[in-house]
């Protein structure tokens, strides 16, 4: 396949500018200018961006235990249809993912979906439980490309101290839920103003900002790498800015919810705006839109968690925490931040595509020869409306449902082959 004439921006090597790209055998053949096609299938990409697809580190596919909520297949294929061409899924399925067997699961259902590439990670301790690190050479062994305990701080600081030095044997990030749980129980939206006038139990921003700064004390005494999962305070963004400074091994991801929205819009008491971490307040999501921009944020994660209709349809204090981002990460961001003029466009792609793949080595991220032909068309001028009925992921429950947004991925490519285009519905 021969795609020609769009504007190709491959952040891994830095370009930028009207081109061609040639796949053959599912691997990028060539990058340039008047290619010939030769008997190869030609693709007008005029008018089109052409860019490597985009990489989620952090995403919950439910399975097994939570097919209610999404399956891999299901979770797969809205990552598609996002231009997702690999996820990272979480290990907090029931049972959870600890052992060879678990992460086996999920490597041969994830190829058998149809969609992005999944790539597992295992539990940093057995059953997610705080007590017992996952036998570490044995989940990787098995296709495990990092280990997490998912939503839940270890909070034993010799069992993180531990997982890190262990990790280092394997070369393999520990991403961390990074919050002091006891500060943080209980808690159902950011403690603030917003949540006294409410009458809701908050979470405390330095909840986080302890957890963030054990984590990177420990990740600077063991040189392990650490990744940390939805950044969403000022001081967490600086702590992680100053430690890169120092030389820590730390990469962190921030999500579109927390780098668009702020606790202002629970006063209608909106369970589609309840998350973990919650949404903050106007300068911390400004603080994260400036450290997306200079680099200290270094990926884009969705946090992509379904939740049953039912679940969500609840009093706030018992709904059940989550959003789904795949399907809608790119046009939010790209409207609200790229057409803003917040937010260069090879920038966002790169905080989608070449820093999570470099943050989590998953395959991805580049347009470089003789890698997979990974990729995705992007109309930037095009409008419409999200409407979440309209969702391939089995959950409906985004904040963003019913918004006019401007930037859609029209075709998603994996290993050369499409597994989504508009054209062709989802």
């Not at 790209?21 to 089109?48: F, N």
């Not at 609840?314 to 937010?343: I, K, N, S």
Request: with cysteine.
């Amino acid at each position: 396949m021969l795609i020609r004439g769009g504007r190709v921006i491959d952040p891994a090597a830095g370009t930028d500018g009207e081109g061609d790209v040639l796949v053959e055998g599912g691997r990028i053949a060539e990058v340039g200018t008047g290619l010939d096609a030769g008997s190869a299938e030609v693709v007008d990409a005029a008018g089109l961006v052409v860019a490597p697809g985009f990489v989620d580190p952090h995403v919950h596919l439910c399975e097994p235990g939570w097919e209610h909520r999404e399956t891999i297949r299901s979770g797969a294929r809205a990552a598609a249809t996002g231009g997702y061409t690999a996820v990272c899924g979480m290990p907090d399925t029931d049972p959870v993912v600890d052992d060879p067997a678990s992460v086996g699961f999920i490597v041969a259902e994830g190829r058998r979906a149809g969609g992005a590439r999944v790539f597992p990670a295992a539990a940093v301790s057995a059953g997610r439980n705080g007590k017992q690190l996952t036998e570490f050479g044995e989940v990787v062994d098995a296709g495990a490309v990092a280990v997490t305990d998912a939503g839940r701080a270890v909070e034993s600081s010799v069992l993180m101290r531990l997982a890190l030095q262990y990790a280092l044997s394997f070369d393999i990030p520990v991403l961390a839920h990074c919050e002091d749980a006891g500060l943080a129980r209980g808690g159902v939206m950011h403690e603030g103003v917003v949540s006294t006038r409410l009458g809701l139990r908050g979470k405390p921003a330095v909840a986080e900002e302890i957890g963030a700064a054990r984590d990177l004390a420990l990740a600077e005494a063991t040189g392990g790498r650490l990744h940390i999962q939805r950044v969403s305070t000022a001081a967490a963004v600086n702590l992680v800015r100053l430690a890169r400074q120092r030389g820590v091994r730390v990469t962190a991801e921030a999500t579109p919810h927390h780098l668009l929205l702020t606790h202002d819009v629970l006063a209608s008491y909106g369970t589609e705006f309840k998350v973990d971490p919650p949404l903050r307040t106007a300068p911390d999501a400004e603080a994260l839109r400036e450290a997306l921009a200079d680099g200290t944020i270094d990926c884009v994660a969705t946090d992509h968690a379904p939740r049953h209709y039912d679940e969500k349809e609840q009093a706030f204090d018992d709904a059940p925490f989550g959003v789904v981002g795949l399907e809608t990460a790119f046009a939010v961001l790209h409207t609200r931040l790229v057409r803003a003029g917040a937010l260069a466009l090879p920038a966002l792609l790169e905080r989608m595509s070449t820093g999570p793949a470099r943050a989590l080595g998953m395959e991805g991220g580049t347009l470089a020869p003789g890698r997979p032909a990974d990729l995705v068309l992007i109309d930037p001028g095009l409008a419409w409306t999200i409407e979440s009925a309209d969702f391939v992921s089995r959950g409906r429950n985004t904040p963003f449902d019913g918004e006019r947004v401007v930037g859609r991925v029209v075709r998603t490519m994996v290993g050369g082959e499409t597994v989504w285009a508009l054209d062709e519905g989802a």
